[in-house]
């Protein structure tokens, strides 16, 4: 079974059944989020990188990221 595990700036995490349904969360969260980046889960990479908002985003190496999200295969 595959889940996706969303780990948030503060160090918590939740867990997602299906990316989509880690994207709505952090969306939930952070309204204006700016979610995905070149390499990210949906280009086959090792985790998406979630911001609060575009600007955020900018020229970021996730530093000012508010989460991140990885696939877990074989549970959490």
């Known amino acids: 079974m595959t889940t996706y595990i969303t780990k948030w700036r503060d160090g918590s995490t939740s867990t997602s059944v299906t990316l989509q349904d880690a994207i709505d969360l952090v969306a939930s969260a952070y309204p204006e989020a ?7 889960l949906a280009d086959g990479g090792d985790r998406t990188l979630c911001w609060a908002d575009e600007e955020s985003s900018a020229d970021d190496d996730g530093a000012r990221a508010v989460a991140s999200i990885r ?6």
């Open 34 to 40: 700016e979610i995905g980046h070149a390499g990210d």
């Open 71 to 76: 696939r877990v295969v074989g549970g959490a």
